[in-house]
């Protein structure tokens, strides 16, 4: 077991640099493109996203932070300013704030990136063949809401890859335990929590599938899971006060507490939550499946005057034939991929039991709060690719016609991500105001 695993992460560094090489570039053209074109200058955008605000953050953010994102200010902020210190003391450069500005726009494309060579390393420790690795690699990096939040500032790719990363840690532990891996695993939570505090869903769901691994009783592992989250989350509250403190902001019990006004804004009525529900199983496939979203009208706050009035949704209209359509394959396709992973071994019927309960957690929150609720599709998307993995393990999709299969299918998601930013694109210039 040691020696396949130090194989995995020892020699295999052409097809990790390749998927790291591969996915920068393709991430960075779209960020590139859409940044040319002023879509990381507002707010509301692209599902609800604020580029803009993680734009200003990432570069020059000096902030304390908040409950919803209690260390980011500080996970990318100082780093970016180390670098633009030294690169303009090498004379490289004479304006430290523009250099800034450009490099924050690559930090989406990084973490999209380190999120694949995380995924290919967890499936090869799934002990996958390097075909199998790189194909369902493939899937995960054209899924349409990887492809899209991946090039766009803000904390959802980071998110993406914090949870990518704690998947990676955990199944590195149950496959080969060392003191140093947990230490590991332990600090890739404290890296999602601080970026988003309800990370803490994800990572808890994570540490429960490993607390399975060693006792296989639910309601123990559960109780273990609360714990240590609470400890992680908790640490991640005071590290975020005390720096808060240090640097002269005065923070109260309050200020630890989700803000009452944004709570009020998005939680919509009783009648939403249940219509955002049903239409939920709808959206995860859409979270892996390119398809046109709905163009909708960005109505500016008052006092703003926002160059692009175009934003896009999925779920606005009333259930149709491909809604139900879609609703129903996503119950069968990620079902089936439970029942496959359930029925392999004790690590994928683990890795299932955690995955499904991780994207249900999220789906009843985000149904529950928040207005265009495919702004939190990288909160479901590693959990998914997982169960969609499990289908891998059947004989048929490892013959000759299923992997010939899979790789029509990884060439029509490729060209439907294409086609699908493509036509956001077109749609959003034609709504740029002059």
């Known amino acids: ?64 932070g908040s409950f919803e994102h209690p260390l980011i200010p500080y996970f990318f902020s100082l780093p970016l300013r180390l670098l633009s210190l030294v690169v303009s003391s090498l004379t490289f450069i004479e304006d430290q704030q523009s250099f800034r500005e450009t490099a924050s726009i690559f930090i989406a494309p990084i973490c999209t990136s380190l999120k694949a060579i995380c995924f290919y390393l967890s499936f090869r420790l799934l002990n996958f063949n390097i075909t199998n690795a790189l194909i369902i690699t493939g899937i995960s990096i054209f899924s349409i809401s990887s492809y899209i939040f991946g090039s766009t500032p803000s904390g959802y790719p980071i998110t993406g890859l914090a949870f990518a990363l704690s998947s990676l840690t955990a199944i590195y532990i149950a496959v080969h335990p060392q003191n140093i891996t947990k230490t590991g695993f332990i600090i890739s939570g404290i890296f999602s929590v601080g970026i988003t505090s309800s990370n803490i869903i994800h990572f808890g769901w994570t540490l429960c599938f490993l607390n399975l691994i060693k006792s296989n009783n639910l309601f123990q592992s559960l109780g273990k899971s609360v714990l240590i989250g609470a400890a992680v989350l908790g640490f991640v509250l005071v590290t975020f006060y005390s720096l808060s403190e240090v640097r002269g902001f005065n923070r109260e019990v309050k200020d630890l507490a989700p803000i009452e006004e944004n709570i009020k804004l998005y939680t919509l009525g009783i009648r939403d939550q249940i219509e955002k529900i049903q239409h939920f199983p709808e959206l995860v496939v859409r979270t892996i499946v390119p398809t046109v979203p709905n163009t909708i009208i960005i109505d500016g706050a008052a006092g703003r005057n926002d160059p692009i009035n175009t934003g ?27 029942y496959i992973a359930y029925h392999k071994n004790a690590l994928w019927k683990n890795l299932t039991i955690c995955s499904l309960a991780s994207i249900l957690t999220f789906g009843i929150l985000y149904s529950w709060f928040g207005v265009n609720m495919y702004l939190y599709s990288q909160t479901w998307h590693v959990s998914s690719v997982f169960l969609l993995a499990a289908w891998l393990n059947t004989a048929f999709l490892n013959s000759t016609i299923g992997r010939t299969s899979l790789l029509v299918i990884l060439i029509l998601m490729m060209w439907g991500d294409f086609y699908v930013v493509d036509h956001m694109t077109q749609e959003i210039i034609k709504s740029i105001r002059t």
């Open 1 to 64: 077991m040691r020696r396949r695993t130090k194989k995995i992460f020892d020699v295999e560094t052409l097809p990790i640099l390749g998927i790291f090489c591969f996915v920068l570039i393709l991430q960075s053209y779209l960020a590139l493109k859409w940044s040319a074109i002023g879509v990381f200058d507002q707010y509301n955008i692209v599902f609800d996203a604020d580029p803009n605000q993680y734009k200003e953050e990432f570069a020059h953010g000096w902030s304390p």
């Open 312 to 338: 896009f949704d999925y779920t606005r209209n009333k259930f149709d034939l491909l809604a139900v359509m879609m609703s129903i394959g996503s119950v069968f396709v990620f079902g089936g991929g439970a």
